[in-house]
């Protein structure tokens, strides 16, 4: 595994066998829950909670996680005068916020709405997001399953948020509304939306990233605020429970939390946050932080933690990996513990999308070569020795020239298409006529216009399946298959600092080239038939010869793979977004599964339930509806 090479198993983790443990844990509640009172716990309760006799730490608001939710609950706490400290496993804040893109959605009537004449409201925003039909017909329906009450109180907070985090730093740029604004209804957008942060200053006191990302326009600003407005810091701290004064009853009281520091491969050097002040430097092994009001959880999403994900999809892939790896620490980040602890102390999950089934949760990156391809990290990024490589990052025309396959070799999709699990828009025509109706298996039900189909999208991925093995049938990794045309080409860069030699591959011939991969790649888990991989681009080259793409219609096929050396790239699809979690109220406070309000607990972002839209605009969001309700409760 990857993170025993980088890291190694640090605390917070949770084994296969943790995890069965924790939820029926969780399932055994339901039984002994009946018996407790919602209000008052019992002696026997009172114990199972393990309340620590000493707190090392305390504040108002408790804080897990300083990404794009963490810090705007953050400040709308200290602006009500709460204390506030910000507990964060990584060495810097942001989370996987700081390495992105920065988009950032908000609507109802913004500044920036104004200024270009976007009429909009916070009652076309609640429509857009629970009442399907009246955007498009087959506008992924499940988009608009929200929990009615939350879209309505976000609805009416969006042009305050935006407000908000312009009063605290952030600069929105003042065209950001053409980025999106054709994205259309499919989406869930009747009217542009899309905000980005202001880049054009790369200044490191203003918006510095590991990774030159956009999102830092976003998230230094917010931080700079909550550290003048007096925030606390635990850096390098794993939240690794909750502690309630009863298992299933009384408030929650605050949080354990472990050490994990991020120590540069072959040295004793802890890596530093990029700011300072405000920071509580503690390298005890554990402590404990108690909440005087609440504990607010902003820790993203659970796509770290593959057995959670293989919950809501069993297709899910152990190869796939998470989107803010490395930057955050691997084996560590978006690892769904504090989702588990807080399903240990009675609450429920809400929302329940399966990640393949959405447009967004599995991304195709335009980035190969390197292990981990959500971003790039430049050779003078701090984390840069956990990256190993920068990566190789590519244009459309190497998607049409060369050929992706799967574990055993073979083609299975057509390689222009946007992502592995996506749809195609509008009618495509397969000889004469569309394939209708849907045939179970088949990848041309991609093609189906009209009707919505759910499972549809997902079958050209379920074809990476193929070869996988007893016991668990987990799909293998697939590669982008080039010659040395396209190389020269395309004036690929290769060797170090760019390819990573365990995920890009060169060999004279075919065979040899699938040799290497099966040898050396520590995620291809069976061999990659040396037969099938020559027969695989024997056929394309045919194809290419015949100026028309049979197998899956990829259009405009003009080069055959036929000049050596061959290549092979490591192009697995990247888990991006998680679309369920806890079940929140319209206070982001966290429910239980009676009905009731956990008291002194609270979600947002991608840990909560019940809002599916893509974007850092529901993280802000809920971090803003979250600190100011538990700083005033």
């Not at 959605?105 to 270009?116: D, E, I, S, Y």
């Not at 929200?146 to 312009?166: I, T």
């Not at 992502?419 to 990848?443: E, F, K, M, N």
């Amino acid at each position: 595994m990857s993170d025993k090479r980088q890291e190694g198993q640090v605390a917070g983790n949770l084994s296969r066998r943790d995890f069965i443990k924790g939820t029926a844990i969780g399932a055994a509640g339901l039984i002994a829950g009946s018996m407790l009172s919602s209000s008052k716990a019992t002696a026997s309760d009172k114990a199972k909670s393990h309340i620590p006799e000493k707190w090392d730490y305390e504040a108002d608001i408790v804080i897990i996680g300083a990404g794009a939710t963490g810090l705007p609950a953050a400040l709308r706490a200290l602006d009500a005068g709460a204390s506030v400290i910000i507990v964060e496993q990584n060495y810097d804040v942001g989370g996987r916020a700081i390495i992105s893109g920065g988009a950032t959605p908000l609507g109802g009537g913004t500044r920036v709405q104004k200024l270009h004449g976007v009429e909009d409201s916070p009652e076309k925003y609640f429509r857009d997001m629970t009442d399907w039909s009246v955007v498009t017909k087959n506008g992924l329906p499940e988009y608009r399953y929200n929990n009615f009450a939350l879209m309505r109180a976000s609805a009416n907070v969006q042009p305050k948020v935006f407000d908000y985090l312009e009063a605290n730093g952030v600069r929105f740029r003042d065209d950001a509304l053409l980025m999106l604004a054709g994205r259309g209804g499919g989406w869930g957008v009747s009217v542009p939306r899309n905000n980005m942060p202001d880049d054009d200053l790369w200044d490191k006191d203003v918006n510095y990233s590991p990774a030159l990302a956009q999102g830092a326009a976003l998230i230094r600003p917010l931080e700079r605020a909550a550290r003048k407005k007096g925030a606390k810091f635990l850096m390098n701290r794993h939240a690794d429970r909750l502690i309630r004064e009863g298992q299933f009853s009384g408030r929650v009281l605050g949080v354990e939390a472990s050490y994990t520091p991020r120590i540069l491969p072959g040295t004793n050097k802890r890596l530093e946050s990029y700011y300072s002040e405000g920071n509580i430097d503690d390298t005890r092994q554990k402590v404990f932080i108690r909440a005087k009001k609440a504990v607010i959880l902003a820790t993203s999403g659970f796509q770290g933690n593959k057995w959670f994900r293989k919950m809501y999809d069993p297709r899910s892939c152990d190869a796939m990996i998470v989107s803010n790896q490395p930057y955050d620490g691997i084996g560590r980040s978006q690892d769904g513990v504090m989702l588990i602890s807080a399903i240990d102390h009675g609450a429920i999950l809400g929302s329940v999308v399966h990640m393949l089934e959405h447009g967004g949760a599995l991304r195709k990156r335009n980035v190969v070569g390197c292990e981990f391809t959500y971003t790039q990290f430049p050779v003078d990024s701090p984390v840069f020795p956990f990256a190993r490589a920068t990566g190789i990052s590519i244009r459309g025309g190497v998607w049409r020239d060369g050929i992706v396959v799967n574990q055993v070799g073979k083609r299975f999709y057509d390689e222009t298409a946007p992502g592995y699990a996506y749809p195609r828009s509008g009618p495509t025509l397969i000889g004469d006529t569309v394939q209708d109706p849907y045939v179970p298996h088949d990848w041309r039900n991609t093609l189906i216009p009209g009707g919505y189909m759910p499972y549809a999208y997902t079958d050209a991925a379920r074809a990476i399946n193929e070869g996988s093995q007893h016991p668990d049938y987990s799909p293998g990794p697939t590669w982008l298959i080039v010659d040395e045309g396209i190389v020269k080409r395309e004036g690929w860069k290769i060797g170090e600092p760019y390819t990573d030699p365990k995920f890009f591959f060169s060999a004279p011939t075919l065979a040899e080239l699938a040799r290497k991969i099966s040898e050396n790649n520590p995620y291809q888990k069976v061999p990659m038939p040396p037969e099938n991989l020559e027969a695989t681009v024997a056929r394309y080259n045919a194809l290419v010869e015949a100026g028309f793409d049979a197998d899956y219609e990829k259009a405009n096929i003009q080069y055959k793979l036929e000049n050596p050396p061959f290549y092979a790239a490591w192009c697995t699809p990247v888990y991006h977004d998680s679309y369920g979690g806890l079940m929140v109220n319209e206070h982001c406070q966290v429910m239980d599964r009676w009905g009731n309000v956990i008291p002194g607990l609270y979600a947002g972002g991608e840990v909560a339930g019940g809002w599916s839209e893509h974007g850092l605009g529901k993280c802000v969001v809920m971090g803003y509806i979250a600190g100011d309700h538990a700083a005033r409760s």
